[in-house]
């Protein structure tokens, strides 16, 4: 029978077998075992070359290699399961010891590079996770074992020496990844205790046997020991940056290896130019081009997180960086042609340069002062930046950034006859700027003009006075017209430094229009920066009367006819002048069918999928500003979408179907009669985009449900597909609550659009999710919940009331806890007070499921309590509470005891919301009788333009959403009934069931000045459609001479 290591070595040869089927089942049995104890010590035996094969011919590809290497990523997929001490099938403390055991064994028998690979990685994930003491003393001792034999070394301890740099790399690594205090601490102090060891020992001497080695044509040997200093290079780094701690400085030790940096910087790179000149091996020229880079982002990291400890290495990097990139040392980096051939160490010089540069105006700022050694070094740091950017060096830097930086290369012309969409995409943005040569350089030039704004401003505009002097034909060198590209550039990358200091109008009418219209072929690279130019001077100092000009020159550059990048780069301008704070509409008029029909072309005819959302972003900017012409180019544009939909679901391009959604969505806003043969593409639109069982979900859901809310905000019905829909609302929210604001407005959308059709189907289920959800979202998410509860009471009180019912047990026991603020206690009691003025039976029966014993008493003192911090913009609120009150006035102890505090706040809320009018009196027209009116009673939608603000927060546009909401307020008797009326009609109720007698003795605990304001209230209040009428001296409110409060 076989035992469980050749079963588990039979999985994993299953697993790494060609055939699919036999895969999935080897990797179902192996997921099966991973519970089984003893498992994961298994495979680690088996991820070990073991000692009794260690003498074995090394195997490439054979089944043992297969069976090893499938061993080690099991196991390393399993330590990270299963290693935490917080997960939930941990490993025993006996399994993990046996793994460690097994791996301090055999770690070191490996010599299949991709197997090692994997057992590095190993090691250092539980060092990471775990406590390991023995891992490293057993590696630096094995690291040693290898280099006492020094340089007459046996290729087999070379072997092994490299192997093991490799696991001590992958270690330190993991280590420095740590982010807890005492984590870091833990390897500053490690780092200490080995950083001598590995620099001066391993890599000093790695390094000098090198440059030793391949000066005397042993180039195998000197590639061996490069590997070799370039993996203890790479755990170097990681311990000088993050294991030195806060003042390295005071390590002389690390101090030493940052300069002896800059020394084999020089070293290697005169070396590599020589090994280029003599045409040596291209791996070893590769490899040595690693070492230097490792070197140089050891330094960049550095100097960002040792500012003060890297000022006394400023001035050598410095003359550094500007010697290599700039100067004589250019020589060894560039070709004949002036190409350059190693743009990687360029970018990494650069950064270095531009980092001192940044650093200049606060942590290297020279101080008079200095007093403390911390003092000096920024002191003389900052005194070093001062004497090397001299005005004749900034001036250099900038003819050389402008005339040999900026020049385009033979590769990125080659590039733009290859790939034209590749080359017209703009994506010079985010972090290029540490991985490309272009955006390095111009952040360089634009951190010069930052901190040499004056020189540099000065040295730029010779240039263009140069460009201006320099007049180009159809004849004209391709070298004229590239140096005229990169003054346009430059004026470009900084041109709001050049506000009132150029005058780009009379500029772009004089000179840069008519080099736009010049055919050659060359001039394809100008016409392109041209209108780059002029997008960027868009939001500078572009004149109002030179926009048409603007317009034409896009319009002139998006012809069919033209190359790629150039159409790219007009659309991209086009972009910049709609969005602008300046534009019209009005005079954007006339350009607009054109440009439209132009940019529609070019979404055509673009294949890649960037172009496509640069134009159709565009397209979609148009349609928002344009929105009043944009109706026969928007039904053109809706007939295409489709098509460019399904282009995007064949390429999965989820990008591209993002920017058709907002297009779609923009498009839907403006024009808001739906077409009906658009209406099944939005659908499906939506249907996609919002289905959490799609895997596209997670790129397009937002996008989906803004589409989504306006196509419901423009419906005029709730058709059975629209209906449908509503299947993705609960599982989107039930997923996270990152879309439930939106999801909710939707919700409360559908609501005001076919409440019943809504509710009847999924009312239950939303009322259920918001109780499951109350104790565990903020407060902004309950309020949005309660104010969709408070539209379903508007919309259908006895259906509405009904539904909600299973929350009012959460919002009765809140406000018994008053443990809200102000805001949301306000929407408590908002919905408390709409349950009350509906049916009172059902405000009694949540009142008894409370657990409270006095549980009336309490809602209603913190009722009364909550009710003058309610907003004073929130009139409405305040009126709605006095409703409720006035509603429960009757002979009811725990409501008499509390009258005269209610009946205070009645007081301040009619004089919040009656306003003044006058009419003629009886004794003539001279005079006038104040009167008063409910100035919150509408009777028709034209009285609703003074409620605006407050009714409509949802949506601000002009759609059927908000003719339904005026019909929803129309309806609401907060907005029908006045509340003097009605408060009249309730206390003369409350007089008839208390008797004269007992009414007054209750009213005289009531302040008289309040209840002589109520009276007045009520005496002189009219009807708010009675106006003024000059000359009417009849009075609308003559009832009797008993007023309700006598």
Known sequence: MASAEQLVAAALQGAANPNHEIVQKAEAQLSEWEQQPGFFPILAKLSMKLANEANAPSETLSDAVKVRWMAAVYLKNGIERYWRHNSRLELSGEQKQQIRDILLQHYNVEDVPQVALQVAVLLSKIARIDCWPELLPTLMKQLQACSDAGDTAAPLQQQQQQRTLLMLHYVIKALASRRLMAEKRAFEE?????????????????????????????????????????????????????????????????????????????????????????????????????FILKMMKTLNEFMDRHSMSFARFVPMALEFSFHYVFHEGTALIFDAGDRINFSNFVIQAINLLKGIMMSGNDSLAPDASANTLEDELLASAGQAQTKFFSLERVTYLCEKIVTHYFLLTQDELAEWQQDPEGYGQDDGGGDAWKYELRPCVETLYFTCFTQHSTVMINEVLKFVRRAQQLQLTEASELK???????????????????????????????????????????????????????????????????????YEACLHLLRPEEDMPIRLAAARTLNHLIE???????????????????????????????????????????????????????????????????????????????????????????????????????????????????????????????????????????TPELLALCDHLLPIIEMSSENLRTVLQLIHAYILLDPHAYLSRYGEGFVSYCVRSFEDIRAE???????????????????????????????????????????????????????????????????????????????????????????????????????????????????????????????ETLAEVMDKQYTASDEGVDKATQRYYDSLVIHDEHELEDFQDQLYDDYHSKTYHDDRHRQLVLKDPVYKIPLTDYLKWQLQSLQSQLGAARYEQIMSAVCPEILEKINMYIEQTVPKACGVCAGNGEDNDSTSNQTALD
């Not at 940052?258 to 040596?280: G, H, K, N, P, V």
């Open 190 to 290: 490690l780092a200490g205790q080995i950083f001598s060891y590995m620099a001066w020992d391993i890599w000093a001497t790695l390094t000098a046997r090198f440059l030793q080695l391949v000066k005397t044509e042993s180039e195998a040997q000197a590639h061996s020991c490069l590997q070799r200093a370039h993996i203890a290079m790479r755990s170097l780094r990681k311990l000088v940056v993050f294991g030195c701690g806060s003042k390295p400085y005071k390590s002389s030790d690390h101090m030493n290896f940052i300069e002896q940096l800059f020394e084999r910087l020089r070293q290697c790179l005169e070396l590599r130019y020589e090994l280029r000149m003599r045409s040596a091996g291209q791996q070893l020229v590769s490899d040595l081009e690693r």
């Open 480 to 550: 004229a017209i590239l140096l005229k590209d990169a003054i346009y550039n430059a004026v470009g990358q900084a041109a709001f430094h050049f506000f009132n200091k150029l005058d780009f109008g009379a500029w772009l009418t004089s000179q840069l229009l008519a080099e736009l219209r010049i055919e050659a072929p060359n001039f394809r690279i100008l016409r392109r920066r041209i209108i780059w130019l002029v997008g960027n001077w868009v939001a500078v100092q572009l004149p109002r009367e030179l926009r048409s000009v603007a």
């Open 580 to 718: 602008d704070f300046e534009f019209m509409p009005e005079a954007f008029h006339p350009y607009f069918a054109a440009l439209f029909e132009a940019l529609f072309l070019l979404l055509r005819e673009a294949g890649a999928c960037d172009t496509k959302i640069v134009v159709l972003g565009t397209m979609t900017l148009l349609v928002e500003k344009m929105s009043e012409y944009i109706e026969p180019q928007a039904l053109q544009l809706i007939s295409y979408l489709p098509l460019l939909w399904r282009e995007s679901e064949l390429n999965e391009y989820n990008m591209l179907r993002c920017a058709i959604i907002g297009t779609l969505e923009q498009l839907v806003r403006t024009i808001r009669d739906v077409p009906e043969t658009m209406k099944p593409f939005l659908y499906s639109v939506i249907e996609l985009s919002t289905d959490m069982q799609q895997r596209s979900h997670v790129y397009l859901i937002e996008d989906g449900i803004m589409l989504w809310l306006a196509v419901i905000g423009n419906s005029t019905a709730l």
């Open 781 to 907: 998410g309950i309020i949005a919940m309660l104010r969709i509860f408070e539209t379903c009471l508007k919309t259908d009180a006895a259906m509405g009331l009904r539904l909600v019912r299973p929350a009012l047990p959460f919002v009765f026991r809140q406000v018994c806890l008053k443990q809200e603020y102000p805001m949301t206690m306000g929407w408590y009691l908002t919905l408390l007070a709409r349950t009350l003025l509906i049916d009172q039976t059902v405000f009694m029966s949540v009142v008894q499921e409370l657990p409270q014993p006095d549980a009336l008493a309490r809602i209603l003192d913190v009722w009364i309590e909550m009710f003058p911090l309610v907003a004073d913009t929130h009139a409405e609120k305040r009126k709605l509470f006095c409703l409720a009150f006035a509603s429960i006035f009757g002979d009811n102890q725990l409501l008499l005891a509390r009258l005269p505090h209610i009946l205070q706040l009645v007081e």
